[in-house]
Nanobody, 120 residues
Framework: QVQLVESGGGLVQPGGSLRLSCAAS????????MGWYRQAPGKQRELVAA???????NYAESVKGRFTISRDNDPNTVYLQMNSLKPEDTAVYYC??????????????WGQGTQVTVSS
C-alpha cells in the first residue's frame, strides 16, 4: 500500500502563493504517476496537476501558467507551487498516486487533504 500525507495548506490573499507538499511512503515504486486533485464545496473532485514517473506533467486549463508540479525521488515527495492564487482556487487539495494494475485498470491512492483558502 501507499501512504500519502499532504502539508502546506492555509489561508492566503488573492494574488498570493502557497506550496503544497505530499510525502509518499510504502510501495511508492508501484506508482505510475502522482498528482493533485481539489474539491471545492458543492463541486466534484477535479484533477489539478499530475506528473508521471518519467516527469511528464499535465495541468488543468484553469491553473496553467500559475501552478507548477514537481517531484523528488529520494525521499519521494511531490510539490505543487501555486502562484497568483484566486478565490476560485479555494478547495481541499488532495495528493494522489495512481497505479496501473494489469487487467484491472488504475487504482488511486489518496491523502487526507489540506485546505487552501484564498480570501481577502
Amino acid at each position: 500500500q501507499v501512504q500519502l500525507v499532504e502539508s502546506g495548506g492555509g489561508l492566503v490573499q488573492p494574488g498570493g502563493s502557497l506550496r503544497l507538499s505530499c510525502a509518499a511512503s510504502g510501495s511508492v515504486f508501484s506508482l505510475n504517476a502522482m498528482g493533485w486533485y481539489r474539491q471545492a464545496p458543492g463541486k466534484q473532485r477535479e484533477l489539478v496537476a499530475a506528473i508521471t514517473s518519467g516527469d511528464v506533467t499535465n495541468y488543468a486549463e484553469s491553473v496553467k501558467g500559475r501552478f507548477t508540479i514537481s517531484r523528488d525521488n529520494d525521499p519521494n515527495t511531490v510539490y505543487l507551487q501555486m502562484n497568483s492564487l484566486k478565490p476560485e482556487d479555494t478547495a481541499v487539495y488532495y495528493c494522489n498516486g495512481e497505479r496501473l494494475v494489469s487487467g484491472r485498470g488504475t487504482y488511486h491512492y489518496w491523502g487526507q487533504g489540506t485546505q487552501v483558502t484564498v480570501s481577502s
